[in-house]
């Protein structure tokens, strides 16, 4: 099989700090206009209002996505007490609010304890996840809620960095497929005020870091030389699987 040298050139991987309101499929748009990049792929959605590293794949690297997406996660991020919303991040409408003066720190602690660990997390409505088919998130436009089955993941760690009711701050470290928001949600739960997820930032993927991973701004002022330049080449990706 012939090798397009150009398309080989092209080849792997581009670390991105994804700004707030973009989707991630912006950032991948975005890449395949100005470059002019055939193949461009992503490695884990990130929410629009969630910022941080997206592992974009170029060329045929992009066949290595389902590999580098299975890696586990860290992430920071603020969870916000006594408020619950339909999509358990701040993307939607307030469903419920509670009071919080009760709530001590060492409540607060307790309860996100009981995440570390192998655990079972129903994913939410406002979600990519498929039943028959169909993304839930679709089903949930349509005012619709229906039963979805628990999936297994697993939480390596989840420390909380600051707490100050009814904002606390947190870090945690998770296996593919985890949804952050819906941890903030079953912490509120468990405290009886509710919760949702108000910030995230995602900082590492596998052996990734957002540490010197390009800003949209930067890539937007790149000519096809620097892209290239900051790319990690396809020959390099082995030692980060």
Same mark, same amino acid.
């Given at each position: 099989?012939?090798?397009?040298?150009?398309?080989?050139?092209?080849?792997?991987?581009?670390?991105?700090?994804?700004?707030?309101?973009?989707?991630?499929?912006?950032?991948?748009?975005?890449?395949?206009?100005?470059?002019?990049?055939?193949?461009?792929?992503?490695?884990?959605?990130?929410?629009?209002?969630?910022?941080?590293?997206?592992?974009?794949?170029?060329?045929?690297?992009?066949?290595?996505?389902?590999?580098?997406?299975?890696?586990?996660?860290?992430?920071?991020?603020? *969870?916000?007490?006594?408020?619950?919303?339909? @999509?358990?991040?701040?993307?939607? +409408?307030?469903? =419920? /609010?509670? $009071?919080?003066?009760?709530?001590?720190?060492?409540?607060?602690?307790?309860?996100?304890?009981?995440?570390?660990?192998?655990?079972?997390?129903?994913?939410?409505?406002?979600?990519?996840?498929?039943?028959?088919?169909?993304?839930?998130?679709?089903?949930?436009?349509?005012?619709?809620?229906?039963?979805?089955?628990?999936?297994?993941?697993?939480?390596?760690?989840?420390?909380?960095?600051?707490?100050?009711?009814?904002?606390?701050?947190?870090?945690?470290?998770?296996?593919?497929?985890?949804?952050?928001?819906?941890?903030?949600?079953?912490?509120?739960?468990?405290?009886?005020?509710?919760?949702? *997820?108000?910030?995230?930032?995602?900082?590492? @993927?596998?052996?990734?870091?957002? +540490?010197?991973? =390009? /800003?949209? $701004?930067?890539?937007?002022?790149?000519?096809?030389?620097?892209?290239?330049?900051?790319?990690?080449?396809?020959?390099?990706?082995?030692?980060?699987?």
């Amino acid at each position: 099989m012939t090798i397009d040298p150009k398309e080989l050139a092209e080849s792997g991987v581009l670390l991105v700090d994804k700004p707030e309101a973009w989707t991630s499929h912006d950032v991948v748009n975005c890449i395949r206009r100005r470059f002019g990049v055939r193949k461009v792929g992503h490695c884990g959605t990130l929410d629009p209002a969630a910022t941080g590293l997206l592992v974009i794949v170029l060329g045929k690297a992009t066949r290595l996505s389902d590999k580098l997406s299975g890696q586990d996660k860290s992430y920071a991020g603020t *969870l916000r007490l006594g408020v619950e919303t339909f @999509s358990e991040d701040r993307d939607s +409408e307030v469903t =419920a /609010t509670a $009071d919080t003066s009760q709530v001590t720190a060492v409540a607060v602690e307790a309860a996100a304890a009981r995440f570390v660990g192998t655990i079972e997390q129903v994913p939410p409505m406002v979600s990519a996840v498929k039943v028959q088919g169909r993304p839930l998130y679709k089903l949930a436009r349509q005012g619709k809620t229906i039963a979805r089955e628990a999936r297994t993941l697993t939480i390596h760690s989840l420390k909380l960095t600051r707490i100050a009711i009814p904002d606390v701050d947190f870090e945690i470290c998770c296996s593919k497929g985890t949804y952050v928001r819906t941890i903030c949600a079953d912490i509120g739960r468990i405290l009886g005020c509710g919760a949702y *997820l108000h910030c995230l930032r995602r900082l590492r @993927s596998g052996r990734f870091s957002v +540490e010197g991973a =390009a /800003t949209m $701004d930067e890539i937007k002022s790149w000519e096809r030389e620097q892209l290239l330049a900051r790319m990690i080449p396809l020959a390099q990706l082995f030692g980060y699987l």
